[in-house]
């Protein structure tokens, strides 16, 4: 049987709907973000509860309330007098053939509430033992057991975004979605993975258990790890696939105009490398580099400010230190091959996680993603236009979701406008990659490319700047601005968007041995083995 909570006394589509709680109903059991159903006599209307608040008849009640000993008096009371409201937020409405669509008409005086039950939710969000295997699930409504599944079909035909305060679950949460786009293989991911926090293992803050298990021991072979730094890798008893190293020659000007912000480099200083380009194209950075004492008279040879190019050395001069940019060394040099590997790994539907290591500085985070980003980008460009040429099946391009976290340094108004990541936000998957960008401070992101993400995971948020950013696009947005203030600060979230039949409020699935259990893989893991043999 189905819980009846109450029913509806008022309301409107664009406000929402008043519910009085039936008296019988433990208020305590109604939470905002829970899931509930209002009963009409041709539709059912899907809502969530967004605000709660207790009502009485007259206010003389207030002055002379009942005291403990009075109990009578008190559920005569609450039979007639008192009662509380909680304010409905109709999402979805279900015709009586169980066809979902937008809300359009309201429900009548006194339709009765209940709380939603598990057919409602597997009837809405998807079976994740569906054959097309387009459904995974990430959680549950509150105090349910049903999942809610995401649409891994439709989160792959947008860019996406991963929001909370720190120690929210983002991370988690990013990781979980990643397993069920590796698992039901709906697209190849690149994980620019600033900590290491998605190859091998994770720490996670729960007592006892100190370690989760990352995507590369999930799925081995279809993980790949590209590091920055081998020695960290090992020292956390993995090794790396493949070792990074880039050559400064493929080192663009555009790379350098993300750090613009992190470098403080002028505008004058980026003008500079346009001009260092132009004479010395690919080695510009080299040349530059290379000046130490000399740096008048390069300047006097460009015909560029003096001080201009002393800046720009200055600033750039902390690449020398990085031991995965390496200068030419002389002869004639091939084109990198650490991308060649990395598009190898993509086309064989490999995932690849970058990692880091111990070089955790923005400069080196936003330099590498963007160098590889640009050139990964360039290529499936290539690729999409060879397809479009063929039209062969064979020759389509694979999805590719790209994971970067702190994205708002990628994509701030700034940057997004110049850089790769604002590029790729904005051509909406014209060629076949889209971001999954994961982010504390989603107000620091570009408003245009907030309103260009397709799904949102929104975990608990304070800030009054970062609720109204990733609430960009969304109408009647107030009413989820009490569920987003209100979420527990961990383990919980909001999704909305296009891989979701509707907004709901979710406890995380589980990142644990159960989790693992569900992923079990299916490969052997000596195919790995033998690829990256034949690879290198
Ligand atoms: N789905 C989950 N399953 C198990 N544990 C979880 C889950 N979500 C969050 N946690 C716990 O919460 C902690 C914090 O989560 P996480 O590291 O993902 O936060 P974060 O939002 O990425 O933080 P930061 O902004 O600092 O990177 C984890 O260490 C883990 O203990
Ligand atoms: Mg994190």
Redesign the pocket.
């Known amino acids: 049987m189905k819980k009846k909570l109450g029913h509806i006394i008022a309301g409107s589509l664009t406000e929402g709907f008043e519910l009085r709680v039936n008296p019988e109903t433990d208020l305590e059991t109604i939470k905002t973000g829970k899931f509930v159903s209002i009963v009409g006599k041709q539709h059912k209307f899907f809502s969530l509860i967004t605000d709660l608040k207790l009502q009485v008849t007259h206010p003389d009640i207030l002055l002379f309330p009942p005291s403990p000993k009075e109990q009578l008096l008190s559920s005569i009371l609450k039979q007639k007098d008192i009662y509380a409201i909680a304010q409905l937020k109709p999402m979805l409405m279900l015709g009586s053939d169980g066809t979902p669509s937008p809300v359009k008409t309201i429900p009548s005086h006194f339709c009765p509430v209940f709380e939603a039950d598990n057919k409602d939710v597997a009837l809405i969000f998807g079976d994740e033992h569906d054959e097309s295997k387009k459904f995974f699930n990430i959680g549950t409504p509150l105090d349910m057991t049903t999942p809610v599944c995401l649409n891994l079909e439709k989160l792959t035909e947008r860019s996406n975004g991963i929001f909370?305060?720190?120690?929210?679950?983002?991370?988690?949460?990013t990781r979980?979605v990643l397993a069920g786009l590796i698992k039901n293989e709906k697209a190849v991911n690149i994980i620019f993975d600033m900590h290491s926090e998605y190859g091998l293992q994770a720490?996670?803050?729960?007592k006892g258990l100190g370690f989760?298990k990352g995507l590369k021991t999930l799925f081995p072979d279809r993980v790949s790890i590209f590091s920055l730094d081998p020695e960290s890798t090992r020292r956390r008893g993995g090794s790396p696939d493949v070792t990074i190293t880039i050559p400064y020659q493929s080192v663009h000007v555009e790379d350098i105009l993300s750090l613009q912000n992190e470098l403080n480099l002028h505008s004058t200083a980026m003008e500079v490398a346009y001009l260092i380009a132009a004479r010395h194209k690919k080695n510009w950075l080299q040349a530059l580099l290379s000046q130490g004492d000399n740096l008048k008279e390069f300047a006097e040879s460009l015909g560029a400010h003096p001080e201009s190019i002393a800046a720009l050395y200055r600033k750039l001069k902390r690449v020398e230190r990085l031991p995965f940019l390496k200068p030419s060394s002389g002869g004639a040099y091939k084109d990198n091959s650490v991308i060649d590997q990395m598009i190898e790994c993509l086309d064989k539907g490999i995932n690849v996680i970058v990692e880091f290591g111990n070089f955790t500085s923005t400069f080196c985070y936003l330099l590498i993603a963007n160098i590889i980003t640009r050139r990964i980008h360039t290529r499936y460009i290539q690729k999409t236009e060879k397809f479009l040429g063929s039209q062969k099946k064979e020759d389509e391009p694979k999805k590719l979701m790209i994971t970067i976290e702190e994205a708002h340094k990628f994509l701030n108004q700034h940057a997004a406008k110049q850089t790769i990541f604002g590029t790729i936000a904005r051509e909406m998957r014209k060629y076949y990659v889209s971001l999954l960008v994961v982010d504390?401070r989603p107000s620091g992101i570009d408003q245009e490319i907030l309103s260009q993400i397709g799904t949102k995971i929104v975990?608990q948020l304070s800030d009054e700047k970062d609720i109204q950013a990733v609430l960009i696009g969304i109408s009647n947005a107030t009413n989820l601005r009490s569920i987003l203030a209100s979420l527990d600060s961990?383990?919980q979230a909001l999704l909305l968007g296009h891989a979701l039949t509707m907004p709901v409020v979710i406890q995380?699935?589980?990142?644990?041995q159960d989790f693992y259990r569900a992923m079990g893989q299916n490969v052997t893991t000596k195919q790995i083995d033998t690829f990256i043999e034949e690879l290198f």
């Open positions: 909370g305060k720190t120690g929210t679950g983002k991370t988690f949460l979980l720490r996670t803050e729960k989760v504390q975990a961990k383990k995380t699935r589980e990142y644990g």
